[in-house]
């Protein structure tokens, strides 16, 4: 056993080749994952297609972590106007991509709030310098209807600073980072940030999300990943290597995201709410054995923005309605 | 879209067909990823075998869920003698088994507590007549040394009745289920149970654990298994499926289970520590950059049973004592 510091480290780095290649097997997995699924995923999507209410009945019984973003005038969006849901793993055959970047793709049908039939939001897995890594996106416009803004101007702001940004980076000598927060766009999201009550926060604001961290671009996570695929050949061949620069916070960035929980919220839709929708959809339904047949969808013009519930209103029953039993789980599956 | 309720039970028909399909599909990944990574898991044995307390520092460092259940005599033991774990996906290539059955083994060094150089506990993902649908295992005979058993009995106690209702099962005239509440071996478990006091009870109490909901016999699987594929195969052809019969609690297991965790942390063993052990054998380290050339491991022969840290044991100094830092998180990974 080794007992030496010396030695320690040196397994230290022979542990390091060894993530290396679980990461690569990783990555491999989720490629033939894909392959295997999205055939099954498109047939989905024919059978949720003839279902009404399908993806707002599954964002219903979503999981707890992202069902507490979910306002009940989202809600209420979801159930009269959500039509599709659609996860592509969009670089999976990208050599300059990862597997684990994707798109999140809502379908929406005409509605009082904005003119999108479509919204589409991009997750890059990238790499910074500094060997963060993680998700980031760009905010997605969204065309809110006069005073229908559910997000009181936040995807706007977002927007509009990104836009800002962009411009700057463009035009400026190399300083464009440090001038972020000189920017008028910078101020006045600072400012809906601030006017913003979190707990009531609409979920989409989501829309917004940049970075839980800092946006890192497509340029330096490439040169980031070489320079990192680089240390693994001279890790793999038990050559000493530098570790990475440390990297640099970005309060610039972090006062100004439109919503932190960003990417956990798009991870959960990606990792489960998409691969388990079938489960829950029919969650909505457990318990309902007996009374399946005297299903009865009820159409509502109700325009209050008051606590909703879709199962009541797509089914004319609410689990938060006293008559309303809460379904029991009639088997487990592992 | 589907408005009536007989469409709607037809669409659900439709998604039951895709569930089968996506079940196929999990199998199929689930061996894939076997396949590829077996190669890596035994290269990582290879590297863990000449660190020091390598497992020990893993299960130190686990997930909360498991943690909670680890006692500080556990740590101990761990600290002392654990010497290598290995997951197995025993029914992998078996048509008759499972990808989802799993064998947990530890292998421990000579030690004050028990005789076995290897505990090994076999879990098996099984379906019941009724549809439900998980692990089951069997009570593993641990060789405690005179008055060193840490689950006060609890092991040997539900090996005893596990032989028992296997003998009188043997003997009996169909009705051996119905018998087992009257085994004199039933009512001496149900008593330790009753003694103990399930705050502290030892996480090798988990080596007696049978099933979160009750025991299922390969052959009842086996035949549950074969009807579900029947009920599948005609489901695709659109054929009318007859419910599978609910599934009668066993109140007589539930009763007599040492373990009621036990599937959940099996699972976060397979699932969660097995898979990342090395990123959780790191996290002992961070924040100690600049100290890992000082790392000394200390020998240690304290005897007492209180607030143990292996991390403390084993470097000489723990995350609990005063003049321990927390470790910051340095980078992220998604």
């Known amino acids: 056993m080794a007992e030496n510091p010396e030695e320690v480290l040196a397994r230290f780095e022979e542990l390091t080749v060894l993530e290396d290649e679980f990461d690569d097997a990783e990555l491999q997995i989720l490629r033939q994952q894909n392959a295997l699924t999205s055939p099954l995923y498109a047939k989905r999507a024919a059978v949720a297609a003839k279902i009404p209410h399908f993806w707002a009945l599954v964002f219903e019984q979503c999981p707890p972590e992202v069902d507490q973003h979910i306002q009940p005038s989202d809600s209420k969006v979801f159930s009269e106007c959500l039509e599709t849901l659609e996860i592509t793993r969009f670089e999976?055959?990208?050599?300059?991509?990862?597997?684990?970047?994707?798109?999140?793709k809502f379908g929406f049908g005409l509605n009082e709030h904005f003119e999108d039939k479509v919204l589409e939001k991009k997750f890059w897995f990238r790499r910074s310098q500094g060997g963060w890594m993680g998700l980031v996106s760009e905010p997605v416009k969204i065309h809110w209807k006069k005073g229908k803004d559910l997000t009181g101007g936040l995807?706007?702001?977002?927007?509009?600073?990104?836009?800002?940004?962009?411009?700057?980076a463009g035009s400026a000598n190399g300083d464009a980072k440090a001038k972020a927060s000189s920017l008028p766009e910078y101020k006045a999201l600072m400012k809906k940030i601030e006017q913003g009550e979190e707990a009531s926060l609409s979920f989409f604001a989501w829309f917004g999300f940049v970075s839980s961290w800092r946006y890192v671009s497509a340029e330096e996570?490439?040169?980031?990943?070489?320079?990192?695929?680089?240390?693994?050949?001279?890790?793999?061949?038990?050559?000493?290597?530098?570790?990475?620069?440390?990297?640099?916070?970005?309060?610039?960035?972090?006062?100004?995201?439109?919503?932190?929980?960003?990417?956990?919220?798009?991870?959960?839709?990606?990792?489960?709410?998409?691969?388990?929708?079938?489960?829950?959809?029919?969650?909505?339904?457990?318990?309902?054995?007996?009374?399946?047949?005297?299903?009865?969808v009820e159409d509502y013009d109700d325009d209050s923005d008051e606590e909703l519930d879709i199962r009541g209103l797509v089914q004319g029953k609410g689990k938060n309605s006293k008559s309303g039993e809460s379904p029991p789980a009639k088997k487990r599956k592992t």
Chains 1, 2 share one sequence.
Do not use: C, M
Request: proline share 7%; no cysteine.
């Open 92 to 104: 999976i055959d990208d050599p300059k991509g990862s597997p684990r970047s994707f798109s999140v």
């Open 155 to 168: 995807t706007d702001a977002a927007v509009k600073l990104w836009d800002a940004k962009l411009k700057a």
């Open 221 to 296: 996570s490439e040169a980031a990943t070489a320079a990192e695929l680089e240390r693994r050949e001279k890790r793999k061949k038990g050559e000493k290597v530098e570790d990475e620069p440390e990297d640099e916070p970005d309060n610039d960035h972090q006062q100004t995201e439109v919503y932190p929980p960003g990417e956990e919220i798009a991870t959960i839709i990606a990792e489960d709410l998409w691969p388990q929708a079938i489960k829950y959809y029919k969650s909505t339904h457990e318990g309902d054995d007996e009374e399946l047949s005297d299903l009865e």
